[in-house]
């Protein structure tokens, strides 16, 4: 399974290469205030260490994840921290259009500015979770943190797990009710499994980042959530009057 993953990605990777040389220049929409995109989220879980991704809308100078060392503190109380730097990645085929749901007017199809960034936290002890905060610089020096979660490394062989299996989101209204409902259910999930069908159109970033209509109040479901809003438990944080953060 890993060397047909490699293959697909080599072949993706040559794709994307002879796309973007043929495409024609456009316009990128301004980034506004710098900010984080997304809460941290997990993946590739190993037997010592676990990755950590998070988007951004800025380079940045730094971005790292913060493992709080447990039990050990600092001559000021604070607890200790280990840091594991990230690796940052531009976006580059995120894109926007005249039927993106932003509270700006696209005229044309625009180059989304959003960056990825991955720390792959290792050394961990199968079996136990750890406290870590993700925080990322701006080249002016503005820090932006998020934080406290929990972490963990593959669990051992035969151990229980609560897992989600989840599909089809899709910017359906009632994925947020439904997240919802497995947060108060499970509070504390092993895993995601999810199936396919995240979005309807992949290049299109606002659709991951930040679905947004003004006309929520007469029709709310033309809210149509965005994939990680909704699974994150933030779509509330943005539209504060949704009876549902997801």
Do not use: C
């Not at 072949?11 to 043929?22: C, K, N, W």
């Not at 200790?80 to 976006?91: C, G, P, V």
């Amino acid at each position: 399974l890993i060397s047909r993953g490699a293959a697909v990605l080599t072949l993706l990777g040559t794709i994307t290469v002879q796309s973007a040389s043929a495409a024609p220049d456009l316009p990128v929409l301004p980034a506004g205030q710098p900010t984080l995109l997304t809460e941290p989220y997990l993946q590739n879980p190993g037997k010592s260490g676990v990755s950590v991704v998070w988007l951004t809308n800025f380079d940045g100078r730094s971005h790292a994840v913060a493992i709080e060392l447990e039990g050990r503190t600092d001559k000021n109380g604070d607890a200790q921290e280990i840091h594991y730097i990230a690796e940052s990645q531009k976006l580059e085929r995120l894109l926007e259009d005249n039927n993106s749901k932003l509270e700006m007017d696209i005229p044309m199809v625009s180059q989304r500015v959003v960056y990825r960034h991955e720390a792959v936290v290792n050394g961990l002890e199968q079996g136990k979770r750890y406290t870590y905060r993700v925080i990322s610089k701006t080249m002016g020096g503005e820090v932006f943190s998020a934080g406290p979660y929990q972490l963990q490394a593959l669990p051992k062989p035969g151990k229980p797990l609560k897992i989600l299996l989840t599909s089809d989101q899709q910017e359906r209204y009632n994925t947020l009710a439904n997240y919802q409902k497995v947060a108060e259910t499970f509070p504390q999930l092993d895993a995601i499994f999810f199936a396919g069908d995240l979005a309807n159109h992949p290049r299109r970033g606002s659709e991951w980042l930040d679905n947004y209509r003004t006309s929520w109040h007469e029709n709310p479901r033309s809210a149509s959530p965005s994939f990680f809003p909704a699974l994150q438990g933030t779509f509330a944080d943005r539209v504060p009057e949704s009876p549902f953060k997801g």
